[in-house]
């Protein structure tokens, strides 16, 4: 693959070259030059990924200027990084040096919404939770949602394949997404899927978009797929005296072919973390914190059977919710989870490994002795029903040592994770942070197709490059 | 794109070299060069769409032999047509002269069902019958249906990214296909996708695969997501006096939320064809029968609800089963549609068109126009749920202006399909039947970046060219 020289910041005679060429097709206040601006859209929320500067930040609002700013780019052989709401945790939206930066924030209209079809039509930088209550206001429902879902952006979740808490039911971001139109690294537009239930025409280049990262096109246009909204879930929770125990329900609950809207774990570590920040009173012998939800029409009979199971893998404590308001308190401790990570050490290095839910009591196990091995303080919250942990690393990053050891776990974690049959990401990316990561995932002929996909749509490397791989 | 020039099937020093190369990395049973029996593996259901004869069939029954049969049509140029049951609808199976037929009927081992983590494994030439039966015996459901489900293979859904009846519940292939390896052209071993509920990591090859017919790579084996098992569907039939009516209805039910198992709908032709075949006695007056179940855990409630909203969009008459057993008698029409259809004139020709459901009443008037037209007869069953018609047009194949007109209509019917803004297939393939409409579909940037694909996994073009493009 052809690698780019990209223009330093320095050179200010290619800047100016660049912001020139840009003007040409966007208006003036859509070209951001001033450094101390475009310097703040270096990051995504992965701070501690490397990051260069960014030439110039531009945000359209138009497909043709997209088209433009990669007519550009291509011509003056520019690499663009295209960015959201800058939420995401692998740094796949962070600057190189002397990209453009490629805000689609300002593209952010919702432009249809059919609840016959059961589709909306929305431009990239809707925000998650904008779109969620529009649909929900025609009786409709848009599953995926990111942890983030009031900042994200719809086209950051495609560009990243996010989940959230309702995949365990509802799938993931690339489920719900039917059709894009794509600007290419060249400029030209191309519209790939459908606004059909069905369509098997070609190959499905709309799922190769999605979790893409930005490398292969910019979207600027999603149709994407909805459910009729359902009806509000309730919520049980299950205290248990160890993490095995709890992923022995987790098992026991996905075997009796439950369908939970959401199953989530807290270990020992994170309960420690919530009862510390929020004093949430959670018993403090409470090695594993079980969350289960159901939407259906009667969920209660479905909690007491979810009950009877967790009681049955030894659970110490059920309680169930008895309407929205009491489910909404249990959930209160999830939702808490991560910020009080945070509060630890001050800083946290998620990970998102997930395995096959068979194999999670094993997973938490192994973390647990990571931790340990590495004199750190890692917290685990789960997607259990997916298999998709976060173990959550607090470190101080003023300490080199625990900096160094944090790094060192992180990557154990991920090692453990593919030896128990997993994956190195189940819904955050690879980015910058796992991109060493991603060849011992899928080893030299994937790679070596991956980069042959990537050369197919981006023969100049010009789209987010240094990405993934 | 390189264009293979095929050794001629007449060339047998040629062949003679292949079929040696062959037998080097294969046993004799799996070689076959009988030309009676090669002949026989010439077509899939596409009878009238052209195909060449194979030079070789191969039967292998390991990763291994399959390899050893890339390498060789690498070695050769010569190209390979992948083949499961040949219950296809398109042609995508059809020999191209003096290929390898490279079957995977004889791969039929399920390698694993694990009810925890809800997936299978299995070979490519399981048939999907086998695969519902002993997956439900597990107390799970692997949704897709095509017609052909005591036929067909998963390998071959997988290629052809089959749909069928579940789809409006539960989607079509891809959604259940998590990971999949894959032989490449040149015989080299690639694992795609996952074992777990979710994973990003890199590209979503795998979906890249569901639905490339062949022309990417040989699956040998897939990791497949599976459902818990549904309550048994309870039906409803429900007759209109017109077209558009049920149509109406279709539109109140989805629109409403509703989430049936099952949504199809027959048109006048179909009910007649039926009758004249079954005599089911289904009322002459009928122009359109609408055919909707729920599997939920209180079907009858939903029942009544659906049964309200056809009667509220004109029905005149609804009934609701009582029982499975009545159930299965209501589907019973349904069941014998294409067959019924086939009896009208000896052959038929079955188009595969899916619209958004809102434009679905304007698809069935529009087909009766191109019936009225063309002198034709031309039944329409509809997975009407989807949006996904399958206009059938019935003609005497030994009459050639007949045919010229089957022929026209059939093209007039995508045409239309497309003008409604849905797709030229939903769930049949391009195969040969519908390569020059893809482009028409996808437009000829979509076109380039498709061959873009193609040619980074098949430079060589060996994997069942001629199809698709």
């Not at 990051?43 to 138009?62: I, Y």
């Not at 995401?88 to 930066?101: D, F, P, Q, R, W």
């Not at 959230?164 to 719900?176: N, R």
């Not at 290095?349 to 196990?365: F, G, H, K, N, W």
């Amino acid at each position: 693959m052809s690698r780019i020289e990209a223009p330093r910041s320095e050179d200010t005679a290619a800047t100016g070259t660049l912001v020139d060429l840009l003007l040409g097709g966007l208006p003036a206040e859509a070209v951001l030059t001033d450094p101390d601006v475009t310097a703040s859209y270096a990051n995504d929320m992965a701070s501690f990924c490397p990051a260069g500067t960014p030439a110039v930040v531009v945000l359209p609002r138009t497909v043709e200027q997209v088209q433009h700013v990669m007519r550009t780019a291509t011509a003056l052989r520019v690499p663009v990084v295209p960015q959201g709401a800058r939420t995401g945790l692998s740094g796949a939206a962070n600057a190189s040096e002397g990209c453009i930066v490629l805000s689609l924030t300002k593209m952010d209209r919702i432009l249809e919404i059919n609840p016959v079809d059961r589709i909306a039509v929305a431009e990239p930088g809707v925000i998650n939770a904008v779109l969620s209550r529009a649909v929900g206001e025609h009786g409709l429902y848009y599953p995926p949602d990111p942890s983030s879902w009031e900042m994200c952006t719809i086209g950051g979740n495609i560009g990243t394949a996010s989940g959230g808490l309702c995949c365990v039911k509802y799938g993931v971001t690339a489920e719900y997404v039917l059709g894009l139109d794509v600007v290419l690294a060249d400029g030209r537009l191309m519209s790939t899927g459908r606004r059909t239930a069905k369509g098997v025409a070609g190959y499905d280049l709309t799922r190769l978009f999605v979790g893409s990262e930005g490398s292969l096109g910019i979207v600027v246009r999603a149709v994407l797929g909805l459910r009729p909204k359902p009806p509000e879930q309730l919520v049980l929770a299950a205290e248990f005296a160890s993490a095995a125990a709890a992923c022995d329900a987790v098992c026991r609950i996905m075997e009796g072919g439950h369908v939970p809207s959401l199953l989530e774990l807290m270990d020992r570590t994170t309960v420690k973390a919530v009862n510390d920040m929020a004093q949430m009173d959670l018993p403090e012998s409470t090695e594993a914190l079980l969350l289960a939800a159901f939407d259906t029409t009667a969920p209660a009979a479905d909690l007491a059977a979810v009950g009877a199971l967790c009681e049955a893998a030894g659970a110490t404590q059920v309680v169930p919710a008895d309407d929205a308001a009491e489910s909404e308190l249990l959930l209160q401790a999830r939702r808490l989870s991560l910020t009080a990570l945070e509060a630890v050490k001050g800083v946290t290095m998620i990970d998102d490994v997930c395995v096959p839910r068979s194999r999670l009591a094993e997973m938490l196990e192994g973390v647990d002795r990571i931790a340990e091995k590495y004199r750190l303080t890692i917290g685990v919250v789960a997607h259990a029903g997916d298999g998709n942990t976060h173990p959550t690393v607090c470190f101080d990053p003023a300490d080199p040592d625990e900096s160094r050891r944090a790094r060192e776990s992180f990557d154990e974690i991920m090692a453990l994770g593919l030896e128990l049959g997993g994956t190195i990401t189940g819904e955050h990316g690879v980015g910058v942070l796992k991109k060493e990561w991603l060849a011992r995932e899928i080893g030299p002929v994937g790679m070596e197709m991956q980069r042959a996909v990537k050369q197919a749509f981006d023969p100049l490397n010009i789209l987010n490059p240094g990405k993934l791989f």
